[in-house]
């Protein structure tokens, strides 16, 4: 993940391979209720940006919202809102074929309508890698805020946001972490039983 971006632009088509990547991702049913808010420029994102200024201002700050970082992230050239949209599996799995025949949102244990998405933007990052650029996954601002700003309907939630650029290493507000501090897998894995 990288948290600061040059001001070098995108080659043209970067947001479109980007897009077309995350449309491959497997959803439940084929349901595909994801979406995604795009914002290319400066005057786009800048809502995004002053959003966040105001969620830190507001409650205060911590390692993980810190203007400083705002600061870095808002150079990025494109951000990518993954959206997950709960009613579009309910429906379609009361249509006929799925053997339902309710919306009843207590037979999903798990909301793949997160999960989906989640494989969306995961999609995302690593076309992102294939274009040799850097890119970081955040958590959303403020939801009714931003809904609000961008005119999101309410059966959309973002997910997270993706700002996507060229690295900036040396103003990185956050040390990258090292290969040695990930986990082993002999620390991960149970095989055949936990």
């Not at 632009?9 to 077309?20: D, I, Q, V």
């Not at 850097?134 to 309907?153: H, K, S």
Request: no cysteine.
């Amino acid at each position: 993940m990288v948290h600061a971006f040059t001001a070098e632009p995108l080659a043209p088509g970067t947001a479109e391979r980007l897009l077309r990547a995350a449309n491959r991702a497997p959803s439940a049913g084929f349901s595909q209720g994801y979406s995604f808010l795009v914002l290319e420029d400066k005057e786009q994102s800048e809502p995004l940006w002053q959003l966040l200024y105001e969620q830190t201002a507001s409650e205060g700050t911590t390692q993980d919202d810190d203007p400083e970082q705002v600061d870095a992230l808002s150079t990025a050239p494109l951000v990518i809102v993954p959206l997950a949209s709960k009613d579009v599996y309910l429906d379609r799995y009361a249509r006929p074929g799925k053997g339902w025949t309710d919306r009843d949102e207590a037979r999903w244990p798990i909301p793949y309508w997160y999960v989906d998405t989640g494989f969306t933007a995961l999609l995302m990052l690593l076309a992102a890698v294939d274009e040799e650029l850097g890119a970081v996954f955040f958590g959303p601002p403020d939801i009714a805020d931003f809904r609000a700003r961008f005119g999101v309907p309410d059966e959309w939630t973002p997910i997270g946001v993706i700002a996507v650029g060229h690295p900036d290493l040396s103003a990185d507000p956050i040390t990258p972490a090292r290969a040695s501090e990930r986990k082993s897998l002999d620390e991960l894995v149970h095989r055949g039983r936990w």
